[in-house]
């Protein structure tokens, strides 16, 4: 049976690539040979860099088991005075039952449901209110209407009065 030219070309280019690969195994094989088994290895060092050198044994430093902790540290549980903030009702739908109160602290957007609410509010109204993490983001509850019953920090002294002479001949003039 006779061979096309197309078969053959195939065919040695199959050889060609299988000798390449051999030879390209071999170069791996005599350079892992000739390698410092030094040059395999890597270190860290105390800050965290990765370098060629082995760590000097004088830093060394014993660190306690009890120490270490793995995941995320527990937390503190919060004040539940810093849990209530205060903000505006920029947008409620009604008929949707959901909202959005800007946080007058920090500026942001936090979402209100209407099962969130204590009693019923309506846009630019003041609130104050809870925040809980839900699995959308920031979610607010226990929304009320803030009534102004925070205390005033500074004591405020009342102004002196300021009493001004009227002129009669500017105040003819004002009402023509």
């Given at each position: ?7 053959k ?7 060609q690539?299988?000798k390449?690969?051999?030879?390209r195994k071999?170069d ?7 390698k410092d ?7 860290v060092?105390e800050y965290?860099n990765?370098?060629s050198t082995?760590?000097?044994p ?10 270490v902790?793995?995941?995320?540290p527990k ?9 209530i ?14 909202g ?5 602290e920090?500026?942001?957007?936090v ?11 309506k846009?630019f109204?003041?609130?104050i209110?809870?925040v ?25 002294e009342?102004?002196?009065?300021v ?7 500017i105040?003819?003039?004002v009402?023509?």
């Amino acid at each position: 049976m006779a061979e096309t030219w197309n078969k053959k070309e195939r065919e040695k280019k199959k050889k060609q690539k299988k000798k390449q690969k051999e030879e390209r195994k071999q170069d791996r094989l005599e350079t892992a040979k000739s390698k410092d088994p030094n040059d395999i290895f890597s270190y860290v060092d105390e800050y965290g860099n990765v370098s060629s050198t082995p760590p000097d044994p004088t830093k060394k430093f014993a660190i306690k088991l009890e120490d270490v902790e793995i995941g995320v540290p527990k937390r503190q549980a919060a004040d539940p005075a810093d849990l209530i903030r205060r903000g505006t009702v920029t947008f409620f739908n009604t008929s949707k039952g959901y909202g959005f109160i800007e946080d007058a602290e920090s500026k942001q957007s936090v979402f209100v449901h209407v099962n969130g609410l204590e009693e019923e509010v309506k846009e630019f109204s003041k609130v104050i209110f809870e925040v809980e993490m839900g699995p959308k983001g920031a979610s607010a509850y226990n929304v009320k209407i803030d009534r102004g019953e925070k205390k005033p920090d500074k004591k405020v002294e009342p102004k002196a009065e300021v009493k001004a002479e009227v002129n009669p001949e500017i105040s003819d003039e004002v009402k023509d």
